[in-house]
Nanobody
Framework: QVQLVESGGGLVQPGGHLRLSCVASGRIFSIDGMGWHRQAPGQQRELVAI???????KYAESVKGRFTISRDKASNDVYLQMNNLKPEDTAVYYCNATGAEVTDQGNRYFEVWGKGTLVTVAS
């Protein structure tokens, strides 16, 4: 079973930076795309950034120019470099991946989420 584990969250002052990591494990045949979403208290989960297998990226308007998503194809890990953080970036950040996993019955599509890592931006 494919699993994702996020790390790198924490408390940072406004204007600071953090780098989130997401490590994928399991019998992965291929990954179509990976991404980061976030959920602030009392808010719905929202897309932050995604990256496809080919390397195409998409960002939420609120983070463009400040956040950068990248991926290590060899290890299937994905990262989110967050610069110039603002209090409104405070949220639990979740990693997400879609692709195909190897099973005894053949390859099977998967969509999996990590458990999240908390980012708090406050002075």
């Amino acid at each position: 079973q494919v699993q994702l584990v996020e790390s790198g969250g924490g408390l940072v002052q406004p204007g600071g930076h953090l780098r989130l990591s997401c490590v994928a494990s399991g019998r992965i045949f291929s990954i179509d795309g990976m991404g980061w979403h976030r959920q602030a208290p009392g808010q719905q989960r929202e897309l932050v950034a995604i990256i496809t297998y080919s390397g195409s990226t998409k960002y939420a308007e609120s983070v463009k120019g400040r956040f950068t998503i990248s991926r290590d194809k060899a290890s299937n890990d994905v990262y989110l470099q967050m610069n110039n953080l603002k209090p409104e970036d405070t949220a639990v950040y979740y990693c997400n991946a879609t692709g195909a996993e190897v099973t005894d019955q053949g390859n099977r599509y998967f969509e999996v989420w990590g458990k999240g890592t908390l980012v708090t931006v406050a002075s």
